[in-house]
T-cell receptor
Framework: AQRVTQPEKLLSVFKGAPVELKCNYS??????LFWYVQYSRQRLQLLLR??SRESIKGFTADLNKGETSFHLKKPFAQEEDSAMYYC????????????FGKGTKLTVNP | DAGVIQSPRHEVTEMGQEVTLRCKPI?????LFWYRQTMMRGLELLIY????????DSGMPEDRFSAKMPNASFSTLKIQPSEPRDSAVYFC?????????????FGPGTRLTVL
């Protein structure tokens, strides 16, 4: 089954510290992976996608097929990074759809 | 552009009542998605449409749930009869060219409480 696992429901770090939000996936083909973010009182929005190999707001994510992981990282967390983060996978074969992990709530303390 | 618009933002109803949630996608977007978010199950896709046609409704929980898209600018998600376990936040999202090739833009959600 195609599945996304985010093992941490809550993650708390101090401002300036590195942060890593974990995401593991289960998928038989070549995965297309995304990170979505929801800031307080804002809409869920795309943060980054692995095919773009981009850095958004200082965040990067590298696809590791050997470990089936797509962890989100930032070297120096900021208070405005506090949000709910969702890892997501596009499923293929038949109709495509986005499958989300259950999310990790990141709190960056001053 | 106001983005994806959902109404109502909050709905409180009693068990057994019919509930209708509404969504207006971003103009020009061909795909529309309905999601449900709960603490237990996270964010789940219920159904999605392409050019007003339902493509995948495998996530719809049961026959009490139905969704329609009568035209390119409007969709409804109906629950009849509603049950307390339907309490959740329901999101609508749209994309220009599909879940695979383009970003999904989410609405603010409708928080449904069934008493």
């Amino acid at each position: 089954a195609q599945r996304v696992t985010q093992p941490e429901k809550l993650l708390s770090v101090f401002k300036g510290a590195p942060v890593e939000l974990k995401c593991n996936y289960s998928y038989s083909g070549s995965p297309e992976l995304f990170w979505y973010v929801q800031y307080s009182r804002q809409r869920l929005q795309l943060l980054l996608r692995h095919i773009s190999r981009e850095s958004i707001k200082g965040f990067t994510a590298d696809l590791n097929k050997g470990e089936t992981s797509f962890h989100l990282k930032k070297p120096f967390a900021q208070e405005e990074d506090s949000a709910m983060y969702y890892c997501a996978l596009i499923t293929q074969g038949g109709s495509e759809k986005l499958v989300f992990g259950k999310g990790t709530k990141l709190t960056v303390n001053p | 552009d106001a983005g994806v618009i959902q109404s109502p933002r909050h709905e409180v109803t009693e068990m057994g009542q019919e509930v209708t949630l509404r969504c207006k996608p971003i103009s020009g977007h061909d795909y529309l998605f309905w999601y449900r978010q709960t603490m237990m199950r996270g964010l789940e896709l219920l159904i999605y449409f392409n050019n007003n046609v339902p493509i995948d409704d495998s996530g719809m929980p049961e026959d009490r749930f139905s969704a329609k898209m009568p035209n390119a600018s409007f969709s409804t998600l109906k629950i009849q009869p509603s049950e307390p376990r339907d309490s959740a936040v329901y999101f609508c999202a749209s994309s220009a060219s599909g879940a695979y090739t383009d970003t999904q833009y989410f609405g603010p959600g409708t928080r449904l409480t069934v008493l």
